[in-house]
């Protein structure tokens, strides 16, 4: 599968987790009441991850 987002796409992602990291309470929780930076994060993370892109 060929991915669509852009070198600078992952640029803005890395930029957004790292102002806004995974918080373990939310890890993993899409339902319920959850922050939209933690969804965003949560998203982001995958994402990355996906595509080998995930910042240490």
Known sequence: MESTITPKEIEQMKAFLKEHPV???YDGLLDGDIPTEQAHA???TSILKDLGELPE
Do not use: A, G, L, V
């Open 23 to 25: 918080d373990p309470q």
């Open 42 to 44: 949560q998203i982001y």
